[in-house]
């Protein structure tokens, strides 16, 4: 075996990983982060893009292509694994060496076929627990009338990959990656022959170099990232979404025919209007045929007439390039996207979605913007400030080492980092949609709504610091301060954890702070972070700051800050509850809730300027008070019932 580690060893291509850079990196990103902490704002939209936001589902991984092929090495993960371990199968490193497969059959590592080795599947139920890869001129995998099911924790986990000239020939086959959107990755000299083929889940392909790529009957083809010298041979194919790759210097001066049911379409470098792009594409008799533009930097395009799916633009250079302005589900009359690093003009045309994708060492501001994805790779970095990502083109993730800085920013997909990359999401929810860390990457939500905890798998970590409570409260009382203070790592990462948090409070436009606690070990999570004694303070406006640090020998210090209202106290009123009387909950958000002994009683509510703005008779026990809609302070409930009072101060959230 450890000849067999050699080989691999030397012939796959080397990638290091990156945890010193990103040690630093997460160091001087959260700088940056902290100062423009106590500047955010919650986020509001503006009527104008508020107005067109329309939830979109889940369709496109194209950023498992761009990963691939676009940034790091795809086969680092195969490498590391065939050098270090024994979690992989290898059937080729001998010559001659076959596997044949039939009847019901489990694998749990994954499976490098590779020189001239055959991996063969008839008549076969096939149960795979990794990755498929075929790697050698020589190199095959077949198979005949034979399930797969390839188990997936979360969508995107497993691929199948040829490169080299490796090959992979399904017929009267079915895929079912749990359902969840999958990778097929062509690269170099590979070939894919797919006939009667049926997918169970949406399967993002991704050609380079002279990959080719043949179907002959699928329920689901799914998209197609198309570029290089590839060929595409099509028949009989449902659900075909074409990406049309346009290279710097490239030119894509086009009209796409008719989506939807596509009798035959023929595209090559020799049509007119179209130039420095080399692949070719053929249809014929396919079905639900969309239609996407990848255009990078330096890229000449002019699109007529056409209904576009998706335009995923490309930033390659490593200057720095403002985006804005570009919203889902447009018509375009006559529109040139207000970009400086190439020329992109839609005439009489519409776009569903809009993508962006930074890679190698680029740099990107995006603002005003509703977008289906954006991801960042390489040693990228991408910054977004009121944009909006419907998820319609896929959801938002930092991979490699790149650094995406995300405020005021909502969602309804998922949010990542991969690998040794950095998401800061900040001040912004995720109305659906995960939040997850993975590999050895970094997510931190800060201030953030979301509908569950972030979680990280592989070797990452995830930070949660959030102020959750209060928003008001009223002066010379105890407040209490809730919300999470965290750092979650998986067992077998070697990320710092929490050293400690602490809590302050300001005066906006002050930015003196003033401890409420002093540093406290101990992680919270959706509890109790501190008691804030406000005797003394004046009522106004205040904003309230935590801080949490890693345990690293250079500390990581994350800021988040929420605006906080001090109310005066009603003075001369009391509370003087008679016995038997309970009113909760205290503070109240939405529904107070009235117990008593008494069949019948009259209530009174009264705001903090003494005015009774409610009152009602109740002869219901226990009754409700909706307060949803009064506004967060200091109120009173009074309670009368013959010659009984109960006054009670109520404090709404």
Same mark, same amino acid.
């Given at each position: 075996?450890?000849?067999?580690?050699?080989?691999?060893?030397?012939?796959?291509?080397?990638?290091?990983?990156?945890?010193?850079?990103?040690?630093?990196?997460?160091?001087?990103?959260?700088?940056?982060?902290?100062?423009?902490?106590?500047?955010?704002?919650?986020?509001?939209?503006?009527?104008?893009?508020?107005?067109?936001?329309?939830?979109?589902?889940?369709?496109?991984?194209?950023?498992?292509?761009?990963?691939?092929?676009?940034?790091?090495?795809?086969?680092?993960?195969?490498?590391?694994?065939?050098?270090?371990?024994?979690?992989?199968?290898?059937?080729?490193?001998?010559?001659?060496?076959?596997?044949?497969?039939?009847?019901?059959?489990?694998?749990?590592?994954?499976?490098?076929?590779?020189?001239?080795?055959?991996?063969?599947?008839?008549?076969?139920?096939?149960?795979?627990?990794?990755?498929?890869?075929?790697?050698?001129?020589?190199?095959?995998?077949?198979?005949?009338?034979?399930?797969?099911?390839?188990?997936?924790?979360?969508?995107?986990?497993?691929?199948?990959?040829?490169?080299?000239?490796?090959?992979?020939?399904?017929?009267?086959?079915?895929?079912?990656?749990?359902?969840?959107?999958?990778?097929?990755?062509?690269?170099?000299?590979?070939?894919?022959?797919?006939?009667?083929?049926?997918?169970?889940?949406?399967?993002?392909?991704?050609?380079?170099?002279?990959?080719?790529?043949?179907?002959?009957?699928?329920?689901?083809?799914?998209?197609?990232?198309?570029?290089?010298?590839?060929?595409?041979?099509?028949?009989?194919?449902?659900?075909?979404?074409?990406?049309?790759?346009?290279?710097?210097?490239?030119?894509?001066?086009?009209?796409?025919?008719?989506?939807?049911?596509?009798?035959?379409?023929?595209?090559?470098?020799?049509?007119?209007?179209?130039?420095?792009?080399?692949?070719?594409?053929?249809?014929?008799?396919?079905?639900?045929?969309?239609?996407?533009?990848?255009?990078?930097?330096?890229?000449?395009?002019?699109?007529?007439?056409?209904?576009?799916?998706?335009?995923?633009?490309?930033?390659?250079?490593?200057?720095?390039?403002?985006?804005?302005?570009?919203?889902? *589900? =447009? !018509?375009?009359?006559?529109?040139?996207? +207000? %970009?400086?690093?190439?020329?992109?003009?839609?005439? /009489?045309? @519409? $776009?569903?979605?809009?993508?962006?994708?930074?890679?190698?060492?680029?740099?990107?501001?995006?603002?005003?913007?509703?977008?289906?994805?954006?991801?960042?790779?390489?040693?990228?970095?991408?910054?977004?400030?009121?944009?909006?990502?419907?998820?319609?083109?896929?959801?938002?993730?930092?991979?490699?080492?790149?650094?995406?800085?995300?405020?005021?920013?909502?969602?309804?997909?998922?949010?990542?980092?991969?690998?040794?990359?950095?998401?800061?999401?900040?001040?912004?929810?995720?109305?659906?949609?995960?939040?997850?860390?993975?590999? *050895? =990457? !970094?997510?931190?939500?800060?201030?953030? +709504? %979301?509908?569950?905890?972030?979680?990280?798998?592989? /070797?990452? @970590? $995830?930070?949660?610091?959030?102020?959750?409570?209060?928003?008001?409260?009223?002066?010379?009382?105890?407040?209490?301060?809730?919300?999470?203070?965290?750092?979650?790592?998986?067992?077998?990462?070697?990320?710092?954890?929490?050293?400690?948090?602490?809590?302050?409070?300001?005066?906006?436009?002050?930015?003196?702070?003033?401890?409420?606690?002093?540093?406290?070990?101990?992680?919270?999570?959706?509890?109790?972070?501190?008691?804030?004694?406000?005797?003394?303070?004046?009522?106004?406006?205040?904003?309230?700051?935590?801080?949490?640090?890693?345990? =690293?020998?250079?500390?990581?210090?994350?800021?988040?800050?929420?605006?906080?209202?001090?109310?005066?106290?009603?003075?001369?009123?009391?509370?003087?509850?008679?016995?038997?009387?309970?009113?909760?909950?205290?503070?109240?958000?939405?529904?107070?809730?009235?117990?008593?002994?008494?069949?019948?009683?009259?209530?009174?509510?009264?705001?903090?300027?003494?005015?009774?703005?409610?009152?009602?008779?109740?002869?219901?026990?226990?009754?409700?008070?909706?307060?949803?809609?009064?506004?967060?302070?200091?109120?009173?409930?009074?309670?009368?019932?013959?010659?009984?009072?109960?006054?009670?101060?109520?404090?709404?959230?």
């Amino acid at each position: 075996m450890r000849k067999n580690k050699y080989i691999i060893f030397l012939i796959l291509l080397f990638h290091l990983t990156f945890s010193h850079a990103q040690q630093s990196l997460l160091s001087g990103a959260v700088d940056q982060f902290n100062a423009e902490a106590r500047k955010s704002q919650a986020w509001n939209f503006s009527n104008s893009i508020k107005s067109k936001i329309t939830q979109q589902p889940f369709e496109s991984g194209v950023k498992q292509y761009l990963e691939k092929f676009h940034s790091t090495q795809f086969l680092d993960k195969v490498r590391k694994k065939a050098f270090t371990t024994d979690s992989i199968l290898i059937i080729g490193a001998t010559p001659g060496d076959s596997l044949i497969i039939t009847g019901n059959w489990l694998c749990k590592v994954d499976i490098l076929v590779f020189g001239d080795g055959k991996l063969r599947f008839k008549n076969a139920n096939a149960t795979l627990l990794g990755n498929l890869y075929v790697w050698g001129e020589k190199a095959e995998i077949t198979a005949d009338s034979s399930n797969f099911y390839i188990p997936q924790l979360y969508f995107y986990q497993r691929a199948i990959v040829a490169a080299g000239a490796g090959k992979v020939r399904f017929n009267h086959v079915t895929l079912d990656f749990s359902g969840l959107s999958h990778n097929i990755v062509a690269a170099d000299s590979s070939t894919f022959e797919f006939t009667d083929v049926k997918k169970v889940g949406f399967t993002t392909n991704g050609l380079s170099g002279k990959a080719k790529y043949s179907i002959n009957g699928t329920n689901l083809a799914g998209e197609f990232v198309i570029g290089d010298k590839c060929q595409l041979d099509f028949h009989n194919a449902n659900t075909v979404l074409l990406w049309h790759e346009v290279p710097p210097n490239g030119v894509f001066h086009f009209n796409f025919p008719p989506a939807g049911n596509v009798a035959s379409y023929n595209f090559n470098p020799h049509l007119p209007g179209i130039g420095n792009i080399d692949y070719q594409i053929k249809l014929e008799n396919c079905s639900d045929v969309m239609w996407a533009l990848m255009p990078a930097d330096g890229s000449d395009i002019d699109v007529m007439d056409s209904k576009i799916r998706a335009i995923g633009l490309w930033f390659l250079a490593p200057d720095s390039v403002a985006v804005s302005g570009l919203v889902n *589900n =447009s !018509t375009y009359t006559d529109f040139t996207a +207000s %970009l400086s690093d190439r020329s992109l003009r839609l005439r /009489n045309s @519409s $776009v569903q979605t809009w993508n962006l994708y930074s890679m190698k060492k680029s740099k990107i501001s995006v603002q005003g913007c509703i977008v289906g994805e954006i991801g960042a790779m390489g040693t990228s970095q991408v910054r977004t400030n009121s944009v909006f990502v419907d998820g319609s083109g896929g959801y938002m993730w930092a991979n490699d080492t790149s650094f995406f800085m995300a405020f005021s920013t909502p969602l309804t997909t998922s949010v990542r980092s991969e690998r040794n990359g950095i998401m800061i999401f900040a001040y912004s929810p995720l109305n659906f949609g995960t939040a997850t860390a993975l590999g *050895n =990457s !970094t997510l931190l939500s800060i201030q953030s +709504s %979301l509908p569950e905890e972030p979680v990280a798998y592989d /070797n990452a @970590s $995830v930070w949660n610091v959030n102020i959750l409570q209060p928003s008001s409260g009223i002066s010379n009382s105890i407040i209490p301060i809730t919300g999470y203070a965290l750092i979650d790592r998986t067992p077998t990462s070697d990320h710092a954890d929490m050293a400690w948090y602490q809590i302050y409070f300001s005066v906006p436009g002050n930015d003196s702070l003033k401890e409420i606690t002093s540093k406290i070990s101990i992680e919270k999570r959706n509890e109790t972070l501190a008691e804030w004694n406000t005797t003394g303070l004046k009522p106004g406006q205040y904003l309230l700051h935590i801080f949490v640090s890693d345990a =690293s020998i250079n500390p990581v210090i994350v800021e988040a800050v929420r605006a906080f209202t001090l109310n005066p106290g009603i003075v001369g009123i009391e509370n003087r509850n008679t016995s038997g009387v309970k009113v909760y909950p205290n503070p109240v958000s939405n529904i107070l809730h009235i117990n008593t002994q008494w069949e019948k009683y009259y209530a009174t509510i009264i705001n903090s300027n003494g005015i009774t703005i409610w009152q009602g008779i109740h002869d219901q026990n226990p009754a409700d008070i909706d307060m949803t809609a009064f506004p967060s302070g200091l109120y009173v409930l009074k309670l009368n019932h013959d010659q009984e009072i109960s006054v009670s101060k109520i404090i709404k959230q």
